[in-house]
């Protein structure tokens, strides 16, 4: 086991593999809260949501969590492989409750466990400071390609809000005395300068979706966004010369727009359903290649299967059935729904689709072939639809409210990034509306 000093600093490449590590944290004397914050390239709070502590015990990633470690008093588990591109470092810190300070600690440490063990501990004690508050421990950072460990022991007067406001947030003035710690409110980076820096090649397509979200209305909306795949054999050509990967794109574009953590779910059907990693700014170029490859096409195509499977993770406690009362969520679903033909559980669609009208869950259906373009061009020239089922699907009775829209192109790439996400917003807008109405969203 290495024992650090202040400011030593330590390569994790070749001890904890494919970065899973544990920090246990102890402290004599003295009663303290322990918090991780992940930080962009500018030291900056980007995500609230990335602030680690008893409240919030998880980041949305998984990539760091609160957790018990053997028998120290807390710990953080990391998967520093789960964390977006743009984290660039996760600072541990340590504060006192009330008027305490550091000085009054007897003793402390900070140490770095793998699967084999301990392998790295930094000590320190009330000696070591005065009338400080808050200390920053240690920081696990990137460096040429790899996590490194430092350990830090920097201390601040103003305890945890000083902290909070050193990493770019701002703190509410409304949190109750007694609480042990601030509610941290940091200040959002620009989204498209944060874009540039962990994918230029969309920063174009995110200000594209953005023209049309303030075209809708809903500049400031927000909503999770999920894609779902055919993968049945058909897609073959279409996967095969990229067009889907251009089109996944697309859609992350949008989702960066929608949710702010870069990241979309992604849902493959065929004769079964998968749920892949999420697609996000760490991991979107070359993302289909590496999905279908862990799944490949399959035979048969099954709308109902895929829906269902989607319900049941983001609204498990229906089961995927049915549901006597709508559900509430603080914020919607957006499904991009993409298929080039029909499906073999048409009843079972039909009925996921109705039960699914008391979620707060929007679903895009997109058909990719030669039908009609959208309800308002078929009125126009009645063109036949290659697409008769996803058709019945947007007018479908039965329903607590119109949850879905169709549309269908000759090929994923047929309409400009502007009309395509001005397509997505077609009905989605009046749907925000009434489901809001209902009270099933926030």
Excluded at 15 to 21: E, K
Excluded at 421 to 440: A, F, I, S, T
């Amino acid at each position: 086991m290495q024992q650090l000093s202040r400011g030593e600093r330590l390569p994790l490449a070749t001890v904890p593999p494919d970065g899973v590590l544990q920090v246990g944290l102890s402290a004599q004397g003295l009663q303290l809260d322990f918090a991780c914050f992940a930080l962009d390239a500018g030291g900056t709070l980007a995500d609230e949501r990335y602030m680690t502590f008893f409240n919030q015990p998880t980041t949305p990633c998984s990539g760091v969590a609160l957790g018990a470690v053997d028998q120290d008093a807390a710990g953080f588990h990391f998967q520093l492989a789960r964390l977006p591109a743009w984290v660039e470092r996760v600072s541990i810190v340590a504060s006192t409750d009330g008027a305490a300070i550091m000085s009054q600690l007897q003793s402390g440490y900070v140490r770095l466990v793998g699967p084999h063990g301990e392998f790295a501990r930094f000590t320190f004690s009330g000696g070591d400071f005065a009338g400080e508050r808050a200390v920053m421990l240690g920081d696990i950072y990137r460096k040429d390609g790899s996590w490194r460990f430092m350990a830090v022991g920097q201390g601040f007067n103003g305890g945890l809000d000083a902290v909070v406001r050193h990493f770019g947030g701002a703190v509410a003035d409304d949190v109750p005395a007694p609480a042990p710690a601030p509610v941290a409110r940091p200040v959002s980076i620009d989204l498209e300068k944060r874009v540039a820096q962990a994918a230029p090649q969309l920063v174009n397509l995110v200000k594209s979706a953005a023209v049309s979200l303030e075209k809708a209305g809903l500049s400031q909306h927000r909503a999770k966004v999920c894609l779902v795949l055919d993968i049945s054999g058909s897609m073959s050509a279409l996967y095969g010369k990229g067009l889907v990967q251009q089109f996944a794109e697309r859609i992350l574009a949008l989702g960066c727009r929608f949710d702010d953590d870069g990241e979309i779910d992604v849902f493959l059907f065929g004769r079964n359903v998968h749920q892949g990693e999420a697609m996000g700014l760490s991991n979107w170029s070359n993302y289909i290649k590496g999905i279908i490859k862990r799944h490949p096409l399959e035979g048969d195509t099954r709308y109902g299967a895929a829906i269902e499977a989607v319900r049941r993770h983001y609204f498990p406690d229906a089961r995927g059935g049915e549901r006597k009362a709508a559900a509430r969520a603080d914020v919607p679903v957006y499904v991009m729904f993409v298929t080039d033909g029909s499906t073999s559980d048409k009843p079972l669609t039909e009925r996921q689709l109705r039960w699914a009208s008391r979620e707060p869950i929007f679903w895009q259906f997109m058909g990719i072939g030669k039908g009609r373009k959208s309800k308002a061009k078929a009125l126009a020239n009645f063109a036949e639809s290659d697409f008769p089922f996803l058709e019945k699907l947007d007018e479908l009775d039965g329903r607590l409210v119109d949850n879905a829209d169709f549309f269908s192109v000759a090929s994923p790439d047929e309409h400009s990034d502007a009309a395509l996400y001005d397509l997505l917003m077609n009905e989605y807008p009046q749907w925000v509306k009434q489901v809001r109405q209902l009270g099933m969203i926030g």
